[in-house]
């Protein structure tokens, strides 16, 4: 069932006139050293439409981590939270240069779409944000393995839909990612009880 709500939200984001634009081709300006690029050209408005949603989503995770990161006290927690940031501030740093080279439509949509709706709620934020110390490790695990969960799902879908092999390929890393971080954080909440 996961997997058709997956699909489900790619279709009814692509219909949100912002995410119908096509990308332009890329700009023959080669990519900084180091950041993967994908050409643009091949890529579809199921592409744009991940990678500008997976982006709204990484933003949400990486502001989850970085409230609660010095505040955590299992030692397992900390860890997974020190490898979230890193892994997904790289993720995020190549999504948002693939959707500029991508061209101005494609930077457009992703600037114009509204991630609100399928994002951690502000008052989940807030939560986090007040919770006291010896609770933060708890509320995190509450609100990080459903939010890895979506972003997993939404990965998995990608994959049979996108026409970029690139994000293709990102889409199969995030879903392998963050299935292995839901996973870790059940074993985490369960051993809290």
Do not use: Y
């Not at 989850?64 to 490898?83: F, Y």
């Not at 994000?167 to 963050?178: F, I, K, P, Q, T």
């Amino acid at each position: 069932m996961r997997p058709l709500r997956a699909v489900f939200l790619l279709t009814a984001l692509l219909l949100v006139p912002a995410c119908t634009a096509q990308p332009a081709p890329a700009s023959p300006e080669p990519a900084p050293p180091g950041r993967a690029t994908t050409t643009g050209a091949e890529m579809n408005g199921l592409d744009v439409v991940f990678l500008a949603t997976s982006a709204a989503h990484t933003e949400q995770t990486l502001k989850m981590v970085r409230l609660s990161r010095d505040r955590l006290t299992d030692q397992k927690l900390r860890t997974l939270v020190a490898a979230i940031e890193v892994t997904e501030t790289d993720e995020l740093a190549t999504i948002r240069g693939w959707l500029r080279d991508a061209g101005p439509a494609a930077a457009e949509a992703a600037r114009r779409h509204d991630h609100g709706q399928h994002g951690t709620a502000d008052e989940d934020m807030a939560r986090l944000r007040t919770a006291p110390d010896g609770e933060v490790d708890g509320v995190l695990l509450e609100l990080l393995a459903p939010h890895q969960d979506a972003a997993a799902d939404l990965a998995r879908a990608h994959q049979t839909v996108g026409a970029d092999p690139r994000v293709r390929d990102l889409a199969g890393r995030v879903e392998r990612s963050r299935t292995a971080q839901v996973s870790l954080m059940a074993g985490l909440a369960s051993a809290r009880r």
